[in-house]
Every structure is written in C-alpha cells, then in structure tokens.
C-alpha cells in the first residue's frame, strides 16, 4: 500500500520557521517530481513548491515555488529516505493552511493538481501571534 504522511505542523508565531516532513512507503518516488500544495480554510488548494525527480534531462527546473513563498520556503529530498522536506521560514499568518505532499506522475515539477496522483493526509500550519 502506497502511503504519503506528512509530519512538522504546528503553531508558530510570525517570523518563527518550521519544518515540514513527507515520508513514502509502499514504492520508491525518486523518479517522481514531488510537492507540496497548501490549504486554506474556504480556499481551493494551491502549489507551494515543487521538487524534480530523477530523469535523463536536466532541461527541467530543480525547484520551484509559487511566488508567495519565493526566498523563504525550500524544498529538498533525500532519495535513500524516500523523504521530502519543506524548510519554511519567516513564516506569515497568510500561510496557515493544511499542508499536502503529493507524488506527481511524471519527473517534472507542474501546478497541475490533477498530475499528482498520490497524496497524504495533510498537516496543519498555524502561524498566529
């Protein structure tokens, strides 16, 4: 059974960061673009960030970000722990949300929610002072 669980959420204060954690079992993602989506209460889901999975070309973007979380959100992945991270700092009250890891289909990163075929069960980020 494939699974995403998310792990890091909580409640922060303005400024503070936080680490967020997605952890695969089932099968290995390493070929698959990875990301992270976030949502808001009354909100549809959008793309935070993005991380590329292995493939032939390097043509692709290795990272990318939705512009609101540009400069303060990093994406990284540790293949061999079959682990994605999301490092988030100087963290606003607009990014409480759910946080969702997502497995993408193919190697390169895409907003597309529909290209992202395995999800985990989302975590709560609440940054209030």
């Known amino acids: 059974q494939v699974q995403l669980v998310e792990f890091g959420g909580g409640l922060v204060q303005p400024g503070d960061s936080l680490r967020l954690s997605c952890e695969a079992s089932g099968r290995t993602f390493s070929s698959s673009a990875m990301a992270w989506f976030r949502q808001a209460p009354g909100k549809e889901r959008e793309f935070v960030g993005g991380?590329?999975?292995?493939?032939?070309?390097?043509?692709?973007?290795?990272?990318y970000y939705t512009e609101s979380v540009k400069g303060r959100f990093t994406i990284s992945r540790d293949n061999a722990k079959n682990t994605v991270y999301l490092q988030m700092n100087s963290l606003k009250p607009e990014d409480t949300a759910v946080y969702y890891c997502a497995a993408a289909r193919d190697f390169r990163i895409t907003i597309d929610i529909d290209e992202y075929n395995y999800w985990g069960q989302g975590t709560q980020v609440t940054v209030s002072s």
């Open positions: 991380i590329r999975g292995s493939g032939d070309s390097t043509y692709y973007a290795t990272t």
